[in-house]
Structures are given as structure tokens and as C-alpha cells.
Nanobody
């Protein structure tokens, strides 16, 4: 059974930093894309960042470029999202996603079969 478990959310002041972690288990995920989407109150779910496990490709939403960094530990099937210079508009529930048997990035959330339960990030002004 596949499990995707996030951790690291919380409350932070604007300008601060948080680091999210996500561990996937239950399969080898030797070829996979892992990453993050987020959903703010009253808004649609939005792409944040993803990384290709085998090829190392990364892609970021324009709104987080230069502030967020996605990385991975392949041995642990774990992906991280380092969030710096946080803004109130980054407030959202952050979901970790996994697309198995894939090397290339996909921005469509429907392409990701496995989802975590979400972790709340609140950035106060």
C-alpha cells in the first residue's frame, strides 16, 4: 500500500522560512516525479514545484522561483521543499504528490496518482 506523508508545516512570520518534507513508501518509485501543490482558502489547487527522481529535473511555479528550493533523497524516497522569504500569499495547505513510472515533469494535478494528506502553512504579515 502506497503511503505519502508530509511534515514540516506551521506558522511563520513574513520573511521567514520553513522546510517541508515528504516521504513516499510502499513501492520502489525508481522512476518517479515527486513534488508539491498547494491550495489556499477559496482558491483552486495550484502547482508549486516538482522534481524528477531519476533525471533530477526541477520546475517551479513563477510565484515561488528564487524563494523555494525542491530537493530529494532518492535512497529514502523523500522530497523536501525549502521555503524562504515567505509571504502571506504563500499561506495554503501544501500537498505532496507522486507520479510513478515517469521521468518528466507534469503540471496537471490529475497526473499524480498519489497524494499526501496535506500540511498547513500559515504566513502572518
Amino acid at each position: 500500500q502506497v503511503q505519502v506523508v508530509e511534515s514540516g508545516g506551521g506558522l511563520v512570520q513574513a520573511g521567514g522560512s520553513l522546510r517541508l518534507s515528504c516521504a513516499a513508501s510502499g513501492r520502489t518509485f525508481s522512476r518517479s516525479v515527486m513534488g508539491w501543490f498547494r491550495q489556499a482558502p477559496g482558491k483552486e489547487r495550484a502547482f508549486v514545484a516538482v522534481i524528477s527522481k531519476r533525471l533530477g529535473y526541477t520546475y517551479y511555479a513563477d510565484s515561488v522561483k528564487g524563494r523555494f528550493t525542491i530537493s530529494r533523497d532518492n535512497a529514502k524516497n523523500t522530497v523536501y521543499l525549502q521555503m524562504n522569504s515567505l509571504k502571506p500569499e504563500d499561506t495554503a495547505v501544501y500537498y505532496c504528490v507522486v507520479k510513478d513510472n515517469a521521468d518528466y515533469i507534469d503540471y496537471d494535478d490529475r497526473e499524480y496518482a498519489y497524494w499526501g494528506q496535506g500540511t498547513q502553512v500559515i504566513v502572518s504579515s
